[in-house]
T-cell receptor, first 116, second 116 residues
Framework: AQKITQTQPGMFVQEKEAVTLDCTYD???????LFWYKQPSSGEMIFLIY??????QNATEGRYSLNFQKARKSANLVISASQLGDSAMYFC?????????????FGTGTSLTVIP | DGGITQSPKYLFRKEGQNVTLSCEQN?????MYWYRQDPGQGLRLIYY???????QKGDIAEGYSVSREKKESFPLTVTSAQKNPTAFYLC???????????????FGEGSRLTVL
């Protein structure tokens, strides 16, 4: 089974609007971390936001927020007030806990295009 | 500044040749990783290492080899046994630990290998 599932290959959003990128995960480990990365066309991977499995509140970083629904195993990224520079690939990732919790699992990504 | 340096950025190889991609980090991270990225397939783990002189195979290790003689360095060799080596290769590092902490991956800028 896939550890991380991103079901939206491509998304479009109007500039200044909000957009939600979906991510579901699969783990039986009670301790894990969820991450979102942005990959512009240059190829570099930019860390955006993190959510720990024990965190009570949804993570926020500037215009990025993570809608964490633990029971549904969902960790959607919300980008508010989209900008043209937000056009990129977005990857959801998970790191499981435990003594060997150093392997990261990535989804297949969502390509976001911001329309002027 | 701390970070991860990958070289070369672009590399061309003839079929049957081995090539080595360099990855150096000055973040004092114990764990280092190599990922391969093909269009539409997200990131796939080739090898990772949690400590010097030790490394583990990832999901697609066949045709690749690594070494970890120094904490700062984790070179990847793409051998002639790799049938389809044309791809974008990303090196990353992270702290080693357990539990749900913000141990995100830090990435290099990537190396694009093309087999002629």
């Amino acid at each position: 089974a896939q550890k991380i599932t991103q079901t939206q290959p491509g998304m479009f959003v109007q500039e200044k609007e909000a957009v939600t990128l979906d991510c579901t995960y699969d783990t039986s480990d009670p301790s894990y971390g969820l991450f979102w990365y942005k990959q512009p066309s240059s190829g570099e991977m930019i860390f955006l936001i993190y959510q720990g499995s024990y965190d009570q509140q949804n993570a926020t970083e500037g215009r990025y927020s993570l809608n964490f629904q633990k029971a549904r195993k969902s960790a959607n990224l919300v980008i508010s007030a989209s900008q043209l520079g937000d056009s990129a690939m977005y990857f959801c990732a998970m790191r499981e806990g435990g003594i060997t919790g150093n392997q990261f699992y990535f989804g297949t990504g969502t390509s976001l295009t911001v329309i002027p | 500044d701390g970070g991860i340096t990958q070289s070369p950025k672009y590399l061309f190889r003839k079929e049957g040749q081995n090539v080595t991609l360099s990855c150096e980090q000055n973040l004092n991270h114990d764990a280092m990783y190599w990922y391969r990225q093909d269009p539409g397939q997200g990131l796939r783990l080739i090898y990772y290492s949690q400590i010097v002189n030790d490394f583990q195979k990832g999901d697609i290790a066949e045709g690749y080899s690594v070494s970890r003689e120094k904490k700062e360095s984790f070179p990847l060799t793409v051998t002639s046994a790799q049938k389809n080596p044309t791809a974008f290769y990303l090196c990353a590092s992270s702290r080693v630990g357990t539990g749900s902490f913000t141990g995100e991956l830090f990435f290099g800028e990537g190396s694009r290998l093309t087999v002629l």
